[in-house]
């Protein structure tokens, strides 16, 4: 009996060395995701996600309306760099914005698979000249960081409702082929019609 008292009280040691030790360790992992937890930029992860979102759904409105044969591009499932490879084309009315939306997009991926995250110049390169060549017309100085993202944001998600519309009452039913033969028929018109004046 004495040896099986000997071998319990020898675990029991073991095993509370063990936890005081796993404790300690417990707390320095705490005390570690504690500090990641307060380090992470929660309003520019917020903002950034914000505009992510705000400009994919314009986007996604913008596809349907140019793509009316394309079927349900919600249930698709498509990745925001998917709708902008099938935004994007020559006669693409959203090629303008196609480069710094990509640049959104970057900068959201970013921050949603990083612990600290800051925007990277290069990623905000077309969003800057868009925006710049618009306050430079009301010669104002234009937003830098974040606000100049949520300004590239709001122009880009108004113009993309603006083709939505244009879109939808020009091109009918056959979405952006259907807008840009109107386009064709009206400048050949114009066209015409200056030259009869000319």
């Known amino acids: 009996m004495d040896t099986l ?3 319990f009280k020898a675990l029991v040691d073991v095993y509370e060395g063990e936890y005081h030790r796993s ?16 380090d992470i930029d929660q309003q520019l992860v917020g903002r950034v996600l914000r505009c992510h979102l705000l400009a994919e759904h314009y986007l996604t409105k913008y596809l349907v309306a140019a ?10 499932r498509l990745s925001f760099d998917q709708k902008l490879k099938l935004a994007d084309g020559p006669r693409s009315l959203a090629r303008l914005m196609i480069p710094g939306l990509s640049g959104l997009n970057k ?25 710049s060549a618009l306050f430079a017309a009301t010669q104002q100085k234009p937003p ?53 004046e000319g």
């Open 107 to 131: 900068i959201r991926n970013r921050l949603a698979h990083r612990l600290s995250c800051t925007i990277d110049p290069s990623s905000i390169r077309h969003m800057t000249e868009l925006v």
């Open 67 to 76: 793509n009316p044969s394309l079927g349900d591009i919600e249930s698709a």
């Open 144 to 196: 830098e960081g974040i606000v100049l993202i949520e300004e590239f944001t709001r122009v880009s998600s108004w113009c993309l409702a603006g083709l939505v519309a244009s879109i939808r009452d020009r091109g009918g039913n056959s979405g952006l082929a259907g807008y840009n033969e109107w386009w064709d028929t009206s400048l050949l018109g114009a066209r015409r019609k200056i030259e009869g």
């Open 5 to 7: 008292c000997r071998e």
């Open 23 to 38: 404790q300690s360790r417990a707390d320095e992992h705490l005390a570690e995701i504690g500090n990641l937890w307060h």
